[in-house]
T-cell receptor
Framework: AQTVTQSQPEMSVQEAETVTLSCTYDTSESDYYLFWYKQPPSRQMILVIRQEAYKQQNATENRFSVNFQKAAKSFSLKISDSQLGDAAMYFCAYRGSQGNLIFGKGTKLSVKP | DTAVSQTPKYLVTQMGNDKSIKCEQNLGHDTMYWYKQDSKKFLKIMFSYNNKELIINETVPNRFSPKSPDKAHLNLHINSLELGDSAVYFC????????????????FGPGTRLTVL
């Protein structure tokens, strides 16, 4: 069975600084997708970024980028120029052959002004 | 226009009652899901339907029964509610079930916070 681990329950970053959230996963599948979701206090799940496992190039979306290391089964999220609106729970998620998302336990990110 | 909507957003009820949560998507998607987020924020799949047919049924008590009258709707009925059922329930949809498809992004509803007293 696949598992997703986020080892940082909480992180804090100063506004305008850069922060990296860690995620590791375990799978025996070779093809899969990885995602980062943001959940602000409104509790809406918002897709931040996704990565196809067969693509070596790391995905980027504006201030958000990932460091995908397939051999190490690592998928970290880097947020550059952090903004107050980035404060939220961040979930790493895996989607494999079953189709549903398997989530990590989340990292609560605080942004200090 | 809301893509995936859930009603109600909040539900407070007594132990032992039966309740339903409704989900509708206007995206024309074929696949719908129910996820449960517990008090520690952990999200886990409960059910998945593709074109009104059940395809994923995790180890969920049979007090939970999903119903899909058409592919735009996936409702969740819960019998004999227990304290441990208190959680946020998320409905989601994706264009198709094929897991390796690039079109398989899941869109989430706003969640329903269920509180069982």
């Amino acid at each position: 069975a696949q598992t997703v681990t986020q080892s940082q329950p909480e992180m804090s970053v100063q506004e305008a600084e850069t922060v990296t959230l860690s995620c590791t996963y375990d799978t025996s599948e070779s093809d899969y997708y990885l995602f980062w979701y943001k959940q602000p206090p409104s509790r809406q799940m918002i897709l931040v970024i996704r990565q196809e496992a067969y693509k070596q190039q790391n995905a980027t979306e504006n201030r958000f980028s990932v460091n995908f290391q397939k051999a190490a089964k690592s998928f970290s999220l880097k947020i550059s120029d952090s903004q107050l609106g980035d404060a939220a729970m961040y979930f790493c998620a895996y989607r494999g052959s079953q189709g549903n998302l398997i989530f990590g336990k989340g990292t609560k990110l605080s942004v200090k002004p | 226009d809301t893509a995936v909507s859930q009603t109600p957003k909040y539900l407070v009820t007594q132990m032992g009652n039966d309740k339903s949560i409704k989900c509708e998507q206007n995206l024309g998607h074929d696949t719908m899901y129910w996820y449960k987020q517990d008090s520690k924020k952990f999200l886990k799949i409960m059910f998945s339907y593709n074109n009104k047919e059940l395809i994923i049924n995790e180890t969920v008590p049979n007090r939970f029964s999903p119903k899909s009258p058409d592919k735009a709707h996936l409702n969740l009925h819960i019998n004999s509610l227990e304290l441990g059922d208190s959680a946020v329930y998320f409905c989601a949809s994706s264009q198709e079930f094929l897991p390796m498809s690039s079109y398989n992004e899941q869109f989430f509803g706003p969640g329903t916070r269920l509180t069982v007293l």
